[in-house]
Structures are given as C-alpha cells and as structure tokens.
C-alpha cells in the first residue's frame, strides 16, 4: 500500500527550527519517517494512522486540548501526540484510554 504520510514518494520536505533567532532556519528533504523511505507502508502502519486521526476527531469534538487529554489519562502529551499522528499505537501507551 502507499504511505499515506508521503504520497509514495518515499521523502517528504521538513522545516528545521534551529531556535530563536530564524536567520537559520532552513528545508531540508529527508526520508519519510513512516516508510522509512519505500514509499510503502503496511496495512498495521495505515490503520495505526487511521486510529491516529480518528482518536483527535474524538479528542478535538469533546473540546478537549492535548494537555487535557494527556492529563485525564494520567499520560504525558507526547504519547496522545504520538497516538494522533500514527506514531504509537494505542495499545503501545500504557494508560492510553480508546476515546
């Protein structure tokens, strides 16, 4: 299957901070971090992603911030982060509550 994160291109274009002071900042292209540059991805990585993207539906309807989130289920914000954009799986985050 294509990775939905890439388009099948295998490499996306990032923006990298490189702190306060934007003189620089810069684009780089990388390889995607999904498909680890393929182009493909597995029907596991595509539905983790969907889960992802279904779970901040959920979590942006009940007017809830991550920090929010994060807090109600006594996780920190970077594992709910890490949820929504298809990085981690639900089950992968001791605490994660399937909203």
Not at 36 to 57: H, L, P, V, W
Not at 72 to 85: K, P
Request: net charge positive; proline share 1%.
């Amino acid at each position: 299957m294509k990775c939905i994160k890439c388009g099948g291109k295998g490499k996306s274009v990032v923006h990298h901070n490189t702190w306060l002071d934007s003189s620089g900042h810069y684009w780089k292209e990388l390889s995607c971090g999904f498909c680890a540059g393929t182009g493909d991805m597995s029907d596991e990585q595509f539905e983790t992603i969907q889960n992802g993207i279904a779970q901040r539906k959920a979590r942006q309807a009940r007017g809830e911030t991550l920090s929010e989130a994060a807090s109600r289920m006594g996780i920190c914000i970077s594992s709910v982060s890490a949820v929504e954009n298809g990085r981690k799986r639900m089950t992968d985050v001791p605490g994660y509550i399937n909203q």
